[in-house]
């Protein structure tokens, strides 16, 4: 694991978004985050902590609770455990410039003896502990999507009490840090407001 590709991507003399630390202290529990995107497209990066980084896959629907749909996640670099922290705007022309929320945050834990086994196998099972999201999920490697050389994942939710038909993204659109739309991020934090705020819910 390593933050050399997720820094080389970004100017953080440009751009607000955290350099970050590999390593750290050892803590006995591992974050989980989703980052609501609205970048060139809307996307959730969902992320979760492991050797020190956050392992990261953006997933362009979002997470769903009905466990007969699976959200097509494609993982990208890693990034640093304080990305987990962020919330605003990354300036236009920067990568990924656009509009941040935090959308979900907690702990996660490992359903397996051996993560790195399982990731590398290509089939994760882990329990989330989130503000919105909770319950039993897998990450299950695919092959590749559409050509593409980035790895495909799909997020899937397990069937337990968390399960539900419900949209959670539609239900719960907002920040569990600040209750802001990405609107009001954008309004705040001198982003795009209109470009924003066609990733929140329509009325
Ligand atoms: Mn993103």
Redesign the pocket.
């Known amino acids: 694991m390593s933050l050399a590709k997720y820094r080389k991507k970004r100017n953080f003399r440009v751009s607000p978004e955290p350099r970050g630390s590999e390593g750290g202290k050892r803590k006995s529990s591992l974050l989980y985050v989703i980052?609501k995107?609205r970048?060139s497209h809307l996307?959730y990066?969902f992320r979760l902590e492991w050797n020190g980084v956050l392992l990261?896959w953006?997933i362009p629907k979002g997470p769903s609770l009905d466990p007969s749909v699976k959200r097509l996640a494609m993982q990208?670099e890693d990034h640093p455990v304080d990305y987990g922290g962020f919330e605003g705007v990354i300036p236009a022309g920067e990568y990924?410039g656009g509009t941040?929320m935090l959308w979900d945050r907690g702990i996660w834990s490992p359903e397996v003896a051996d993560v790195d086994a399982a990731l590398s196998k290509g089939d994760l099972k882990f329990t989330l502990h989130g503000k919105k999201l909770g319950g039993s999920w897998a990450l299950v490697r695919t092959r590749g999507y559409g050509g593409s050389s980035k790895s495909s994942w799909l997020l899937i939710k397990h069937r337990d009490a968390f399960a539900s038909t419900k949209d959670i993204t539609q239900q719960k659109p907002r920040s569990v840090l600040t209750r802001r739309l990405l609107a009001g991020i954008a309004r705040d934090d001198g982003g795009d407001v209109a470009t924003a705020a066609s990733g929140d819910p329509q009325a």
């Open positions: 980052q995107h970048a996307h990066d990261s953006a990208v990924g941040v």
